[in-house]
């Protein structure tokens, strides 16, 4: 199997690369013969797929600089369709990470600009001219979507059933093309630490200083994520309600550009901007509040859950949660106005452990390796059945 994969830039730190890393690297061994990655920028590929040394191959994008991104965006685009026309072997499988590319013949599909742009600009006012270049960019970006998933011939892999759904009822899609191919979880490297609180707290103090705002004491919540996106106003907003509240949230992440958010104003907030210590934070926090508007797979809500945490979070355009509703301690609102923040109790590491061990029999089958072997499927054959779980979750 020859591969051409597009995608702007190729990094593990980043998460549609990521997944897309990982799923390439769980095909099964010798499937693909050759490997070739369409992109601005890249990690060395020898480094990122070891079980393809010799066998990769990366084409460089020009034009990493261009501005706005709206030209570079369209640059790629229009590059790489004088590449596929003039450079691909007839017998290559093209495939595009969303619309990077315009004419694959598979896409892995990890968000949706359609169903984003209702919740983007509902979220802040902003200046006319910037207003019109982003609804400019969205129609753009809608445009492409149309192009890609519009074609009945292109087979899509969706990462989260709700984006499935949305692709076969946007785009009139076949359902026998459009497959449900979940994302991958690292159930060993997310598990909780069994060290004492105070100790786990004193090493990230002594990385982070802004941790030493809280208190391993006492109970503590997490945030992980885009403030915006991920509905970190929403939590602000109900704690300062609570003027008797002695609250205590780690916030892991950035806000947009231009954003007013200032967390420094919250005595009982720990801004973490940037962390390689994830699993840490979560295995210091007993409560994780996810509010997002929008979540293609919420990655972040899986890792949470399987570290023993009381998990908080929507139901709608939210994906991944169709595999955690009906556990013990996963609490779903169905809207944001009904998505309440009780106060967090501190968890032992025993509950926590068996919240784990609950969890984990319901995510089994949601591996890395599942992933690949359900997306080489996609790849290898035209007639590969809707694959992944259903909205219950229980694996088909």
Same mark, same amino acid.
């Given at each position: 199997?020859?591969?051409?994969?597009?995608?702007?830039?190729?990094?593990?730190?980043?998460?549609?690369?990521?997944?897309?890393?990982?799923?390439?690297?769980?095909?099964?061994?010798?499937?693909?013969?050759?490997?070739?990655?369409?992109?601005?920028?890249?990690?060395?590929?020898?480094?990122?797929?070891?079980?393809?040394?010799?066998?990769?191959?990366?084409?460089?994008?020009?034009?990493?600089?261009?501005?706005?991104?709206?030209?570079?965006?369209?640059?790629?685009?229009?590059?790489?369709?004088?590449?596929?026309?003039?450079?691909?072997?007839?017998?290559?499988?093209?495939?595009?990470?969303?619309?990077?590319?315009?004419?694959?013949?598979?896409?892995?599909?990890?968000?949706?600009?359609?169903?984003?742009?209702?919740?983007?600009?509902?979220?802040?006012?902003?200046?006319?001219?910037?207003? +019109?270049? /982003?609804?400019?960019?969205?129609?753009?970006?809608?445009?492409?979507?149309? @192009? &890609?998933? !519009?074609? *009945?011939? =292109?087979?899509?892999?969706?990462?989260?059933?709700?984006?499935?759904?949305?692709?076969?009822?946007?785009?009139?899609?076949?359902?026998?093309?459009?497959?449900?191919?979940?994302?991958?979880?690292?159930?060993?490297?997310?598990?909780?630490?069994?060290?004492?609180?105070?100790?786990?707290?004193?090493?990230?103090?002594?990385?982070?200083?802004?941790?030493?705002?809280?208190?391993?004491?006492?109970?503590?919540?997490?945030?992980?994520?885009?403030?915006?996106?991920?509905?970190?106003?929403? +939590?602000? /907003?109900?704690?300062?309600?609570?003027?008797?509240?002695?609250?205590?949230? @780690? &916030?892991? !992440?950035? *806000?947009? =550009?231009?954003?007013?958010?200032?967390?420094?104003?919250?005595?009982?907030?720990?801004?973490?901007?940037?962390?390689?210590?994830?699993?840490?934070?979560?295995?210091?926090?007993?409560?994780?509040?996810?509010?997002?508007?929008?979540?293609?797979?919420?990655?972040?809500?899986?890792?949470?859950?399987?570290?023993?945490?009381?998990?908080?979070?929507?139901?709608?355009?939210?994906?991944?949660?169709?595999?955690?509703?009906?556990?013990?301690?996963?609490?779903?609102?169905?809207?944001?106005?009904?998505?309440?923040?009780?106060?967090?109790?501190?968890?032992?590491?025993?509950?926590?452990?068996?919240?784990?061990?609950?969890?984990?029999?319901?995510?089994?089958?949601?591996?890395?390796?599942?992933?690949?072997?359900?997306?080489?499927?996609?790849?290898?054959?035209?007639?590969?059945?809707?694959?992944?779980?259903?909205?219950?979750?229980?694996?088909?």
């Amino acid at each position: 199997m020859e591969i051409v994969l597009y995608v702007h830039d190729l990094y593990p730190e980043i998460g549609h690369s990521h997944a897309m890393i990982e799923t390439l690297k769980h095909f099964p061994r010798g499937a693909i013969d050759k490997l070739t990655v369409v992109a601005f920028e890249s990690a060395e590929l020898d480094k990122l797929f070891p079980e393809l040394a010799g066998k990769c191959y990366f084409k460089k994008v020009p034009g990493k600089k261009l501005t706005p991104f709206l030209i570079k965006l369209l640059f790629y685009q229009i590059y790489c369709l004088v590449y596929s026309y003039f450079k691909v072997a007839p017998k290559a499988l093209e495939l595009s990470i969303g619309i990077a590319h315009l004419r694959p013949q598979f896409v892995n599909v990890q968000f949706l600009h359609f169903q984003w742009a209702k919740h983007y600009f509902s979220m802040e006012k902003m200046p006319l001219y910037k207003l +019109i270049y /982003k609804k400019i960019f969205f129609y753009c970006l809608q445009l492409g979507e149309q @192009i &890609v998933y !519009g074609n *009945p011939k =292109t087979k899509v892999g969706a990462l989260s059933f709700f984006v499935q759904q949305a692709l076969i009822e946007k785009y009139n899609r076949n359902s026998t093309n459009t497959h449900l191919t979940y994302s991958g979880i690292n159930i060993h490297k997310f598990a909780p630490d069994l060290r004492p609180r105070r100790e786990i707290w004193a090493e990230l103090a002594s990385l982070y200083p802004a941790m030493s705002k809280i208190n391993p004491d006492k109970p503590i919540a997490l945030f992980v994520g885009a403030m915006e996106r991920k509905g970190l106003p929403h +939590i602000l /907003k109900r704690l300062e309600k609570d003027s008797s509240s002695c609250y205590q949230l @780690i &916030v892991v !992440g950035r *806000p947009e =550009t231009g954003s007013q958010i200032d967390l420094s104003l919250y005595p009982g907030i720990a801004h973490i901007p940037y962390t390689k210590e994830l699993p840490k934070f979560y295995s210091l926090a007993d409560q994780f509040l996810f509010p997002t508007l929008y979540e293609p797979f919420g990655l972040v809500i899986i890792e949470a859950a399987i570290m023993g945490l009381e998990v908080y979070t929507l139901k709608n355009e939210v994906g991944a949660v169709e595999l955690l509703v009906g556990l013990p301690h996963i609490n779903v609102a169905d809207r944001i106005d009904n998505f309440d923040i009780p106060k967090p109790r501190l968890l032992s590491i025993e509950e926590k452990l068996q919240l784990r061990e609950e969890r984990l029999k319901r995510l089994t089958d949601y591996s890395w390796s599942e992933t690949g072997k359900s997306f080489y499927r996609l790849l290898n054959s035209s007639t590969t059945p809707t694959v992944g779980a259903e909205p219950d979750g229980k694996a088909k």
